[in-house]
């Protein structure tokens, strides 16, 4: 089984699937996860079988880091299309993470105006005041929600902190349409269990929730490389192509990465 652990705080630029040349902003450790979710999908493994022992990158670090970079990018001629938040695990967790993007907007403003900066976050701290207001002030807050059946979540996405899923849609709903929401399409068998989220009983309750929060933009995905559990398996291109068609029909942008 390999797993891909980050370097921290900075890596890239790389090309992403869905946001074109990427520099990747990692507040998290570089030797192992920090999550709040233990995803069975989770490109970087288990955190149980990953887990850090590096503190976390301090927020002086993090900007000193960042501005060494795009200097170095900005000598190169190389433009970063998007600055994002991601990495080993959960990017909101780290106490200074409200002032980490004010200081990533700054040096955003300073060297490349027009690249974007966007965090990949489960969405499972938003009810947190300052974690809230950071996300609303970047350019895409990139929000999870694989579906909205409780069980299924508590299976798959499997949160190690205490989840309130009804709170979280609702706050999901405080961002409207500066929102992006992504959801992980997948199939397969696990202990027995069918997680195969691409069906009408799920797609349809996850559709109407959606459409509550009427976000800016859908991003749907499958599985891209390795997975820690086995048994998993990618949502077909027809599948996703489906969905995004239900998403669309609502007025919804939507797009899919295969």
């Not at 974007?116 to 947190?128: E, F």
């Amino acid at each position: 089984m390999s797993t891909i652990i980050y370097p921290s705080p900075i890596f890239g630029p790389v090309k992403s699937r869905r946001l074109g040349v990427s520099l990747g902003i990692n507040l998290l450790p570089k030797d192992g996860k920090v999550c709040t979710f233990d995803c069975l999908y989770c490109e970087c493994g288990f955190n149980s079988t990953h887990r850090a022992h590096a503190p976390l990158p301090t927020r002086e670090e993090v900007a000193s880091a960042l501005e060494a970079t795009l200097l170095k990018m900005q000598a190169e001629g190389t433009a970063p299309d998007v600055l994002t938040f991601a990495g080993n695990g959960e990017p909101t967790v780290h106490p200074h993470f409200a002032e980490i993007i004010d200081d990533t907007l700054r040096l955003r403003d300073k060297y490349f105006p027009a690249a974007k900066v966007s965090v990949l976050t489960n969405a499972t701290l938003i009810t947190r005041p300052s974690v809230f207001e950071a996300l609303k002030r970047v350019d895409n807050n990139i929000l999870k929600l694989d579906t909205v059946n409780e069980d299924y979540i508590r299976f798959v996405d499997r949160p190690n902190m205490a989840y309130n899923l009804e709170a979280v849609i609702e706050k999901l709903k405080e961002f409207g349409n500066s929102a992006i929401v992504q959801t992980m399409f997948m199939k397969g068998i696990v202990d027995g269990k069918n997680v195969d989220n691409t069906g009408d009983e799920y797609v349809r309750p996850w559709l109407e929730i959606v459409k509550a929060i009427s976000p800016r933009q859908v991003m749907i995905y499958t599985i891209d490389r390795e997975t820690p559990q086995q048994g998993l398996e990618k949502a077909t291109r027809e599948e996703l192509d489906r969905i995004v068609a239900l998403i669309k029909a609502e007025g919804i942008e939507a797009s899919a990465s295969y």
